[in-house]
């Protein structure tokens, strides 16, 4: 029994509809897939990307902003006549909004096997702190307090 997947299908008929507008050259649009995760440490977003080099790639970070950018270009070679196109191909740009509590000026990304890893850390502000608490001026056990909690302590 195959699950219903709205997503597949409205993506194979975008796939359909390149495929009827590009000429009949049977190229489609290039939209690789992205895991995003987050932990303590900050965000680690995952692409695949088979048949792209590292060097291919461009990445961006400014304005609360991550981009990506590559090409897999699509080559026929002389006298071969294609009688299935299936896998994508041409440029592709994909754009994440990232929060403020992360740190764009110090992102990481790893390419390995044909997968791209980048790594966005939390800033220093949204960073788990232990906080010393003195009770009539001697020292309590230290509690740990979230970013947004001493956002709301200094507001208040």
Do not use: W
Not at 34 to 60: A, F, M, N, R, Y
Not at 88 to 102: D, E, I, L, N, Q
């Amino acid at each position: 029994m195959m699950r219903f997947d709205p997503f597949r299908d409205i993506e194979e008929l975008t796939q359909r509809m390149d495929r009827a507008y590009s000429g009949g050259q049977g190229v489609t649009r290039f939209s690789p897939p992205v895991d995003i995760h987050e932990d303590e440490k900050g965000l680690e977003l995952t692409l695949d990307l088979p048949g792209i080099s590292p060097s291919q790639l461009q990445i961006e970070a400014e304005n609360n902003t991550l981009t990506v950018q590559a090409e897999r270009k699509y080559s026929r070679a002389e006298g071969k006549t294609a009688h299935r196109v299936e896998r994508a191909y041409g440029t592709f740009v994909r754009t994440f909004s990232v929060p403020a509590k992360y740190d764009l000026s110090k992102v990481e990304a790893d390419f390995d096997n044909g997968s791209l890893t980048i790594h966005v850390p939390r800033s220093e502000a949204a960073q788990k702190r232990s906080i010393t608490v003195r009770s009539g001026g001697q020292p309590t056990p230290s509690r740990t307090v979230e970013a947004e909690q001493r956002a709301e302590m200094t507001e208040s």
